[in-house]
């Protein structure tokens, strides 16, 4: 199955890049969608290597650290999302994380966002420096920066005007490191099983909970008074499989100084990569 997933999950990458960011333009007229995987190659190519280089990264770090520790893991899991603008959903890993104790679990969950983040942020340098700038009134979808990205914006092309889109297809290394982080924000939020959940109760022990009811109640709100009901699913799916994190083998193993300074500051990660408006129609 996991392999089985990961072609799947290339196939739908690749024609998301190949598509650009409106995969039904294409099959509105059902004979031109050969046509369109066929001459777009080299975008929905180089968004297929970029993104799906980025997840496996991040999966790695999470699978390799558990072979360290010797916690039972499966294979990373890719989710295919086609016919939409991403081409995925991430990926997700298996793994028996009651068998680690508290060290080993923040180890675990913070490697993988941070060796997607090392792949991330070199692809969006050179994204965004080779990126052809289009204006803000441009018809169609478009996608909403992070603050990070806005920052490197800032710094590596001061002359793109505030407002300019520079995020899509057209550029499949940047619009990959986007989705990266998009999904390295999400994972990084401080909730359950989540990456940031593991971070968070290694940090905080049973008191994560309330950090992590806080955030629920917090999207909560959001989507209701900013009407983003496209977040709704991924928070229905978040408190499906609950905002509780369960104990560790051993809670009272020691972090350290300098994990304990990392966590805090990994905190961080949804600030700077997640954007509350990520696609929208212009």
């Not at 294409?26 to 969608?33: A, E, L, N």
């Not at 900013?226 to 083998?249: C, D, K, Y």
């Not at 994990?259 to 509350?276: H, K, Y």
Request: net charge positive; proline share 7%.
């Amino acid at each position: 199955m996991p392999l089985v997933l990961f072609l799947l999950t290339c196939a739908s990458t690749y024609s998301a890049g190949a598509f650009w960011s409106d995969p039904f333009a294409s099959i509105r007229q059902i004979g031109t969608v050969v046509l369109a995987l066929i001459e777009n190659a080299r975008y929905g190519l180089a968004y297929m290597a970029a993104v799906m280089a980025i997840l496996l990264a991040h999966e790695m770090g999470h699978f390799l650290q558990a072979v360290r520790y010797r916690v039972p893991a499966g294979l990373p899991i890719f989710l295919p999302l086609p016919l939409t603008p991403l081409g995925t959903m991430g990926a997700v890993i298996r793994l028996r994380g009651l068998q680690a104790n508290r060290k080993e679990l923040f180890d675990i969950g913070l490697t993988g966002p941070l060796a997607g983040l090392l792949l991330a942020l070199p692809l969006a340098v050179i994204g965004i420096r080779t990126a052809e700038v289009f204006p803000s009134d441009l018809e169609g979808v478009s996608f909403g920066n992070p603050l990070l990205f806005k920052l490197l914006v800032a710094w590596l092309r001061p002359e793109v005007a505030s407002g300019s889109q520079l995020i899509n297809h057209a550029n499949p290394i940047l619009m990959a490191s986007w989705v990266g982080m998009l999904v390295t924000g999400l994972n990084m939020l401080p909730i359950g099983q989540l990456d940031g959940g593991h971070v968070a109760y290694a940090l905080f022990g049973k008191r994560a909970f309330w950090l992590a009811r806080f955030m629920v109640l917090a999207a909560f709100v959001f989507i209701i008074y900013e009407r983003q009901f496209n977040w709704s699913l991924m928070l229905a799916l978040i408190v499906f499989f609950g905002i509780r994190h369960p104990p560790t083998a051993d809670d009272r193993a020691e972090l350290g100084r300098w994990r304990t300074v990392l966590g805090w500051l990994s905190l961080l990660i949804p600030i700077f990569c997640l954007t509350p408006f990520p696609i929208m129609a212009t």
